[in-house]
């Protein structure tokens, strides 16, 4: 089992910037790519970016690409999501994901462990 624990959601003025913190705890040995997935209100959660743990080979989509940048420190076993020029269209709540296998990354089917979520709201 893998825990997973997000903070660092608020709210912000478009083209602010936030930080979202995933802390890990539990079989983290086993953690084999960490993600970002958001879900806005009324829509299908969809894939943000996400890093292989060890390696730190990093993916994007292309809607965050150049504003946000995900990152992970492995003594903390805590991922990152630098989030830049924040845009409406970004509000949504935001969940940390774990892999323990070695599956692609922008499909949420293919992640084991969840977070809680924490909700990120920007104004305009």
């Known amino acids: 089992q893998v825990q997973l624990v997000e903070s660092g959601g608020g709210l912000v003025q478009a083209g602010g910037s936030l930080r979202l913190s995933c802390a890990a705890s539990g079989r983290t040995f086993s953690m084999y790519t960490m993600g970002w997935f958001r879900q806005a209100p009324g829509k299908e959660r969809e894939f943000v970016a996400a890093?292989?743990?060890?390696?730190?080979?990093?993916y994007y989509a292309d809607s965050v690409k150049g504003r946000f940048t995900i990152s992970r420190d492995n003594a903390k076993n805590t991922l990152y999501l630098q989030m830049n020029s924040l845009k409406p269209e970004d509000t949504a709540v935001y969940y940390c994901?774990?892999?323990?296998?070695?599956?692609?990354?922008?499909?949420?089917?293919?992640?084991?462990?969840w977070g809680q979520g924490t909700q990120v709201t920007v104004s305009s």
């Open positions: 890093i292989r743990w060890s390696g730190g080979s990093t």
């Open positions: 994901a774990v892999s323990t296998y070695p599956r692609p990354v922008a499909f949420e089917g293919e992640y084991n462990y």
